[in-house]
């Protein structure tokens, strides 16, 4: 006999585990903080070029609100927030990582930047100690 899955919100698989839980909602009707494949998405402000997280719990209209969604925050003036993978240095560079403000989202920004002459001496070093050169 085949188990059944059950899920929080009570529905039933018959034939084993669902592909895909369904669409989470708030209270209200509107959807958690993923985005369209399904991660999460933080929400900032810039601060002098630093990055501020929304925290989870917020006061809004005299009232505490615990995980806000996406409408109350940007009513307090948090962006959504966009990562990026900064590939590969080029030989004698590395990325300095920064943020900035973009088409209504904090954009993750990075910067190549030649290593001084210390700087590869001590990486080179670094990598010799590890076995990676020799």
């Known amino acids: 006999m085949k188990s059944a899955w059950t899920t929080r919100d009570g529905a039933r698989w018959p034939d084993g585990q669902p592909e895909a839980e369904p669409e989470r909602r708030t209270k209200d009707g509107k959807t958690n903080l993923n985005d369209e494949g ?5 929400y900032a402000k810039l601060k002098d070029g630093a990055i501020e997280f929304a925290p989870r719990k917020i006061h809004m209209d005299g009232a505490m609100v615990y995980n806000p969604v996406p409408d109350k925050l940007t009513a307090l003036g948090y ?3 966009v990562t990026s993978d900064p590939g590969e240095a080029p030989e004698g560079y590395y990325f300095e990582m920064g943020w900035a403000e973009q088409d209504g989202q904090i954009v993750q920004t990075w910067t190549p930047t030649a290593l001084t002459e210390a700087e590869a001496a001590d990486y080179e070093d ?3 100690d590890l076995g990676v050169i020799a």
């Open 126 to 128: 670094a990598l010799e």
């Open 38 to 42: 399904g991660r999460s998405v933080r």
């Open 79 to 81: 962006l959504p927030v």
